[in-house]
């Protein structure tokens, strides 16, 4: 198994999220660090503080060199897609290729109502997701790029320069939708992350992407598979890999720790060597 981190940039101070990315980008354990992209805390105080994610996290990523970096999702409705390129092949240039480039259909509509911006219904959510899929893959890997789709329409569009990686940045799509977000993760990405929940559920949503992949002539094989596995505020570690253990009997690939704030350094080292002790770690790291 691998092993990252995340700290959302809710409740909590610039100074404090750079210790921790500063300290953890010198523990070769993390191999990629993650923020999220709302403009309210979630499940939270929704009035509290909340950083920009990827103004942020380009921060970080000039603040570190080793670190893999990444938004864990994008709310594809926030950005217009053709913008979300450009962002994204920047970032890729800026950080020396390490983007991971995560996305979403979007979900928060206390936010988007506040700021008028449309969210629509869960049809109308995924319908413009897959289009944003399409736009984003095209100008991340095409000369130009050509779309006529019911939300966008591009006409020889160009975004240069392009990122190192290529064609494009691996692309990861959260969600745990069986119907379409499965559906379209199997088409377009190349990292899938689940939210949350059991073993078993993981388990099951697993199948059904194996399922999607098939209908589309994919090796599931190919598609990286991540879960969020929470530290709590008791800084339990010996629990943290005692939920790796159970997901990575069924598949996982990839264990992302939701960091608790306040944020501190502190907890990297421990939380480093538990992983160390526990066996679980890929024998290239």
Not at 212 to 239: F, M, Q, W
Not at 244 to 264: K, M, N, Q, S, V
């Amino acid at each position: 198994m691998r092993f990252a981190f995340k700290t959302s940039p809710q409740n909590t101070t610039w100074s404090d999220m750079l210790a921790v990315w500063k300290a953890a980008d010198d523990i070769d354990v993390f191999e990629s660090g993650w923020t999220f992209d709302h403009f309210y805390p979630i499940f939270s105080d929704s009035t509290g503080p909340c950083l920009e994610g990827w103004v942020t996290l380009t921060a970080l990523a000039q603040a570190t060199t080793r670190l893999r970096v990444g938004v864990l999702v994008t709310g594809i409705h926030y950005r217009h897609p053709a913008v979300l390129a450009n962002m994204a092949s920047a970032l890729d240039i800026v950080s020396d290729g390490r983007l991971e480039l995560g996305i979403g259909a979007g979900w928060n509509e206390e936010e988007s109502g506040a700021y008028g911006i449309e969210l629509g219904s869960i049809k109308e959510r995924f319908d413009r997701f897959e289009e944003a899929c399409q736009v984003l893959k095209g100008l991340l890997s095409q000369e130009t790029t050509t779309f006529d789709g019911h939300y966008y329409q591009l006409k020889d569009a160009r975004n240069e320069p392009k990122g190192p990686q290529q064609p494009h940045p691996p692309i990861c799509i959260g969600g745990n939708g069986e119907k379409r977000t499965l559906r379209i993760t199997a088409q377009y990405a190349d990292h899938w992350n689940f939210v949350g929940g059991t073993p078993e559920e993981f388990a099951r949503k697993r199948d059904v992407l194996a399922r999607h992949c098939a209908d589309v002539g994919r090796d599931p094989k190919e598609i990286l598979l991540s879960a969020h596995v929470r530290l709590g505020e008791d800084r339990n570690y010996r629990r943290v890999i005692e939920d790796c253990i159970a997901l990575g009997a069924e598949g996982l690939d990839l264990a992302i720790i939701y960091l608790p704030p306040p944020y501190d350094p502190a907890v990297l080292e421990p939380l480093a060597e538990t992983i160390r002790d526990s066996g679980l770690l890929s024998k290239d790291r």
